[in-house]
């Protein structure tokens, strides 16, 4: 049999999805379980994106444009000049989901050897894009103790070698929901000044903001504009998961010329997916404030009930609609099996995803866990419930 390659064995599997399987099983024994792994809301799409799906008027489904339709990209300057970015259409790049952004982005400025310094925990598909370009990612540890603050510019430039290439930040931050500071990103702007670096921003989350917090773009950041690389996805603005439709952006010409070469290899981003999305951009704010009512809402509840069980802490995040909380067990990945293995509450259990995979550090997020707080606040309180009784009984716990 032939054997496959390297990149394939060495790639990770998500922390997030790996115990789908365990799920399953769970739910074939008739387990109502509480999906707090994975950042799918419960929120409604926008009946825009619906029905403009709905009523498209096509004969022949045809390939879009490789860099995604242009009436999207115009309309999307205007979105992003809502938020003082200032864009041409030439300098946006649709993608195939938020996903493809990172990868061409990665194919892009990286080569084979290449090192990205990534503050962890990071989003964990950030690891398997870089395994799938060879690039190797040396990582920068933010602690839970400073909800995740970002590491001192220090801590960065010590990490830099001749092999360093770019800097790649999510903001606001998935797993963690930290929002970096004016302060913080131009401290990181000099660094990537000074040795000439790429800047990668995830900035997926900007609609969610809290507590009067200001959001601040890379692409606000002035003097790096060749290094800058915005990566965007639909898919939580408009709890549009399932359309896959993302963008690249950069006012570096020579990047979008590079990177138009991997899209037209890809032909064309989903065109029902840039239909809905474009037809979205017309979403009124009433139904943004809501939404971020509603998650903050949810946010307060759950940090404040995370942080009442015994030996539990949990810091509170600024945006996006995540958090790393530390519980008192002896490896999170066997806790996140165990309770879909092993407990059941009255016939309920809850899922998450364990931190150690947010983490490149071996070792590191053993004891941590990833929450998305993306479900009602009824649903919330039995999936706490089920946490709080579970940690009572596993077997594993620490204190």
Known sequence: MPKISDKAIDMPSSPIRKLVPFADAAKKRGTKIYHL??????????????????????????????AGNESYRQKLCNYYKSYQINLDASEILITCGGSEAIEIAMMTCFDAGDEVIIPEPFYANYNGFSRAADVKVVPVRSYIENGFAL????????????????????????????LYTKDELQALSELVKKHDLFLLSDEVYREFCYDGKEYISVMHLTGIEENVILLDSISKRYSACGARIGAMITKNKNVMAASMKFAQA???????????????????????????????????FLIEEL???????????????????????????????????????NGQTVMMAPASGFYSTEGAGTDEVRLAYVLK????????NCLKEALKVYPGKTN
């Open 151 to 178: 590491p001192p510019i220090s801590d960065f430039e010590k990490l830099i070698t001749p092999k360093t290439k770019g800097i790649m930040i999510c903001n606001p931050g998935n797993p963690t929901g930290y």
């Open 377 to 384: 606040k009824e649903d919330l309180e039995n999936a706490v």
């Open 266 to 300: 890809r032909l064309s981003p989903p065109s029902y997916g840039q239909i809905g999305a474009e037809a979205a951009l017309d979403t009124p704010k009433e139904y943004f404030d809501g939404v971020k009512t509603e998650y903050i809402a949810r946010r307060d």
């Open 37 to 66: 792994n994975i950042g799918q809301p419960d929120i409604e799409t926008p009946a825009s994106f619906i029905n403009a799906v709905k009523s498209a008027d096509i004969k022949v489904l045809e390939y879009s444009h490789s």
């Open 307 to 345: 942080n009442k069980i015994d030996g539990v802490f949990c810091p509170k995040p600024s945006g996006a609609f995540y958090c790393i909380a530390r519980l008192p067990i002896d490896n999170s990945d066997k806790f996140c099996q165990w309770l879909l293995e092993e407990f059941s509450l």
